[in-house]
C-alpha cells in the first residue's frame, strides 16, 4: 500500500530514487520507507532530549511512555479525602483573607440533623491543608498520570472497561501487533483512555501537522461538550436547589454565574451559585449554617463545608442525585455580572471556547487548576485565554482564520505563558470590550506584596482586584505551558517525519492533555436543550436593566417552568461584527489559504496597509520597514516595553531594536517550524 502522507523528507527521497537508479517503486517505497524511519527515530531522540526540560534527572522519560498504560487504581485515590467525605459531615474553614492553604483552619463539625439548621454540635478536628498534592515540590509538574478527583471518581466504575476495549493496546508498538496494514480495523483500534477523543477519529493524513492538532482540538472539544442529558442534570439540579433556598427564605432567589452560566464547563466542572435577597442580609455565618443544615436536612446536599469566614464565605456541598459540586455565595452581583461579559466575548471570540476548555482540561489534569492550592482558576484561564486573542498580531488583524488555526494557536498561547510573558512587570487588563497589558508599576492595587514574580489579571468588573491573586504557584504554572510548548511542538516535528503508517492512531493533544472520566459520544447537544443558568441570566440582566436603584436582589425564576425546555429550532446563526472581520468563515465552500507556514489565513489576500478599516499586518507586527514611528495604529508588542517581558524573550520581542527582515524572520519561523 501506498504511503499516503509520507514526510515531506521521505517523499522527496522516494521521488529522487525513482528518477535516478530506475529501481522498482516498491524497491523505492522501501527505501524511502526507511529514510522515514531513520528521520523519526533521529527526530524521536532529538525530541526526547529536549524532554529534558522537564526534569534535570532525565526519569520523565520513562514516566512519560508508560503514560498510556497507567492504570489508576481506585484503592489508592483520595484515601483521605474519601474517609473524610464518608462521615457525611459539615466542615468549617476559616480563612482569614491569606492566599496559601497552609494558614486556613479546618474545623470539622460532627453530622447533626438538628431542627433548628444551626450546626450546634461544632468540633475542633485537627487542622490541615486540602489534599497533598504532588506538584508541591516542584519536580514533576508535568506528570499527567495524576488525575483530577471528579474525572477519577466520575470514571472509575469505567477504567476496567477502557481497559479491555483497548487491550492494554501499545500505540508505539502498533508496528509489530498488525504487521498488515490492512488488517488494522477501526473497531480494533477502540479506545485510548487517555486521549479518547481520536477514537473513529483519525486525522493522521493531513498534509499540515499543525490542521491535524487544529482538527484533533475540534475533536477534544465536542468530545468533552455537554450531552442533553448532561445538561438537563444540571438545570434540574439548579432547580431543586433554588426551590430549598425559597422554602427556607422566601424572599431570596438562586442565581447561577461561573463556567455553567457561560457553557464553559468540563463534565466535573462545579456550579456556582448565589443567594441574593430583598433583605440583603444573607451573607453572615448563621445564614450560611442554616443553608448548609437544611440542605442537609432535604437530603439535597452531602459532603457539605462552610467557608464562613473567607473574603467572600460560601458554602460548598455535593448534590447528591448528580453528584455535582455546588459553591453557593451570599448578596453580591459581580460574578452575574461577569457571566454576561464573558458570554459577551465567547460571542466575538472565534476559538475562545475551544482555547479555554483545552488549557481548563491542561491544568486540571496537573492538579494546576485548584486556586486553594495556588492553580489558576476558571475564571482566570478565560481571562487569560481571551486577552492571548485578542492581542494576538495575527487574529487582531484578521490575518488568520482563528477557527482554522487553533493548533498553532494553541502553542503560540502555551508560548506565551510558558516562556514571554513577563510576569514580574506585566498584568493583563481584559474590559467587556477588548484586552490590553498594563504596566504593574502604575497598578500597585494589582502587585503582589511578596514577590514581583506573579500573575496579575485586572477584575473586569473592579480594576483593584486582581483575580488571579490567589495563584502562588505561578511558577509551576508557567513551567507547565513551557513544557507543553516544547512537547506540543516536539510530538509535531516527530510525527511530521514519520510514515502514514507511524502515524495512524497516534494523537498530537494527547502529549499535553488526557481525559480519564467517563467514556462519552461525542455528542455537542447544547443547541437541543436550553442551559437555564445562562437563560435566567439573561432574564436577570434584562429585568436588572429595567431597575433604577442599584439593588442586588433580582428574581428570575417567576412562573420558571420545572420542566426543561427544548428547543426545536436550530438557533440563528451568530452575526458577524462587521468591524471585527477576524473569523469570517470562508463562504459557499471557499476554502482559507493556507500558507506555507501551516497558518489558515482568513482572506486570500493580505489586508492592504492603506486599508483604513483593517490594520496591515506588517505594522500590528512591527514589520512594516517603512514604519517611520509615528504609529497611529495598536501594536500589541511595542505597546510593552521591553522591560515589561521577562528578560529570555527580551531579544524576541523588542521589535523596534532590531530590523525589518529580523523581525520578518522571527514570525515567519512561528509557524514554518510546523
Ligand atoms: N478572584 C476572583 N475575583 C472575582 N471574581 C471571581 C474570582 N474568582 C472567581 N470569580 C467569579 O466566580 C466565577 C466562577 O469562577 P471559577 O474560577 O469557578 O470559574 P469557572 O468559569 O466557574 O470555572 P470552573 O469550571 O473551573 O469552575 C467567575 O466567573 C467570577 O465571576
Ligand atoms: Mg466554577
Not at 438537563?232 to 431570596?252: E, G, H
Not at 508599576?441 to 468588573?461: E, M, V
Amino acid at each position: 500500500m501506498e504511503p499516503r502522507n509520507m514526510s515531506s523528507s521521505g517523499l522527496r527521497a522516494s521521488r529522487y530514487n525513482n528518477k535516478t537508479s530506475g529501481r522498482t517503486n516498491k524497491e523505492a517505497l522501501k527505501e524511502s520507507q526507511k529514510r522515514a524511519k531513520r528521520l523519526r527515530k533521529s527526530s524521536l531522540s532529538k525530541a526526547q532530549r529536549n524532554f529534558a526540560v522537564f526534569n534535570k534527572d532525565n526519569k520523565h522519560l520513562n514516566k512519560y511512555e508508560n503514560l498510556e498504560l497507567e492504570k489508576i487504581d481506585p484503592d489508592q485515590d483520595n484515601n483521605g479525602e474519601d474517609e473524610r467525605l464518608k462521615k457525611n459531615q459539615i466542615v468549617l474553614i476559616q480563612d482569614d483573607g491569606c492566599d496559601t492553604p497552609q494558614q486556613l483552619d479546618v474545623v470539622e463539625i460532627s453530622d447533626s440533623d438538628s431542627e433548628d439548621g444551626e450546626a450546634q454540635d461544632q468540633q475542633e478536628a485537627s487542622s490541615g491543608g486540602p489534599a497533598f498534592n504532588a506538584l508541591d515540590d516542584n519536580r514533576d509538574y508535568i506528570s499527567l498520570s495524576m488525575s483530577s478527583d471528579s474525572e477519577d471518581s466520575a470514571g472509575s466504575g469505567e477504567e476496567d472497561e477502557s481497559a479491555q476495549l483497548s487491550g492494554n493496546y501499545d500505540y508505539d508498538n502498533y508496528d509489530d501487533e498488525y504487521p498488515n496494514q490492512d488488517e488494522k480495523t477501526t473497531s480494533k483500534r477502540t479506545f485510548n483512555s487517555d486521549y479518547p477523543w481520536i477514537l473513529n477519529h483519525d486525522h493522521s493524513k493531513q498534509r499540515e501537522i499543525a490542521d491535524w492538532l487544529t482538527l484533533e482540538i475540534k475533536d477534544f472539544v465536542a468530545y468533552i461538550s455537554p450531552s442533553q442529558e448532561e445538561i438537563t442534570i444540571r438545570n434540574a439540579t439548579i432547580s431543586k436547589i433554588r426551590s430549598a433556598v425559597k422554602a427556607l427564605w422566601p424572599d431570596s432567589d438562586l442565581h447561577v454565574f461561573g463556567s455553567f452560566a457561560t457553557d464553559l464547563y468540563l463534565p466535573g466542572s462545579d456550579i456556582d451559585c448565589v443567594v441574593n435577597s430583598s433583605a440583603g442580609d444573607k451573607e453572615n455565618r448563621n445564614c450560611l449554617y442554616s443553608l448548609a443544615s437544611f440542605l442537609k436536612r432535604r437530603k439535597l446536599a452531602t459532603q457539605v463545608e462552610v467557608i464562613a469566614k473567607a473574603r467572600v464565605p460560601i458554602i460548598k456541598f455535593v448534590e447528591p442525585e448528580s453528584q455535582i459540586h455546588i459553591d453557593v455565595s451570599f448578596e453580591r452581583i459581580n460574578g452575574l455580572e461577569a457571566a454576561k461579559v464573558i458570554r459577551g466575548w465567547l460571542n466575538e471570540t472565534a476559538g475562545l471556547r475551544e482555547l479555554v476548555l483545552i488549557v481548563k482540561q491542561f491544568l486540571s489534569a496537573r492538579r494546576l487548576n485548584n486556586v486553594h492550592t495556588g492553580g489558576l482558576g476558571g475564571f482566570s484561564i478565560i481571562c487569560l485565554v481571551y486577552a492571548f486573542l485578542q492581542l494576538h498580531p495575527r487574529v487582531l488583524s484578521a490575518d488568520i482564520n482563528t477557527k482554522e488555526n487553533l493548533g498553532i494557536l494553541l502553542i503560540d498561547l502555551f508560548e506565551l505563558y510558558g516562556k514571554n510573558f513577563g510576569y514580574d512587570h506585566v498584568a493583563v487588563s481584559v474590559q467587556s470590550d477588548g484586552a490590553s497589558y498594563l504596566s504593574k508599576d502604575k497598578y500597585p492595587s494589582l502587585q503582589n506584596p511578596r514577590t514581583s514574580f506573579s500573575l496579575a489579571i485586572q477584575d473586569p468588573g473592579d480594576p483593584d482586584n486582581n483575580i488571579s491573586r490567589g495563584s502562588f504557584n505561578i511558577r509551576d504554572i508557567k513551567k507547565a505551558f513551557a513544557g507543553a510548548f516544547d512537547l506540543l511542538t516536539n510530538r509535531c516535528f516527530e510525527l511530521d517525519t514519520a510514515t502514514f503508517k507511524d502515524r495512524v492512531g497516534k494523537s498530537i493533544l494527547g502529549n499535553v492533555i488526557k481525559y480519564r472520566g467517563k467514556q462519552r459520544d461525542f455528542k455537542d447537544e447544547r443547541s437541543l436543550v436550553i442551559n437555564k443558568a445562562i437563560a435566567e441570566n439573561e432574564l436577570y440582566h434584562r429585568k436588572r436593566g429595567r431597575i433604577v436603584h442599584n439593588e442586588v436582589y433580582t428574581d428570575v425564576s417567576d412562573g420558571e417552568k420545572e420542566q426543561d425546555i427544548y428547543v426545536v429550532e436550530k438557533p440563528a446563526k451568530k452575526k458577524q461584527k462587521k468591524s471585527k472581520p477576524r473569523d469570517k468563515e470562508p463562504s459557499n465552500g471557499e476554502k482559507s489559504i493556507g500558507s506555507s507556514n501551516g497558518l489558515k489565513h482568513a482572506k486570500s489576500s493580505r489586508p492592504k496597509s492603506t486599508n483604513s478599516g483593517s490594520k496591515s499586518v506588517e505594522r500590528l507586527m512591527g514589520l512594516d520597514a517603512t514604519d517611520d514611528g509615528d504609529d497611529d495604529g495598536y501594536d500589541p508588542l511595542n505597546e510593552v516595553p521591553a522591560t515589561m517581558l521577562d528578560d529570555d524573550s527580551k531579544p524576541d520581542i523588542r521589535m523596534k531594536s532590531v530590523d525589518a527582515q529580523t523581525r520578518r524572520d522571527y514570525w515567519l519561523s512561528k509557524g514554518q517550524a510546523l
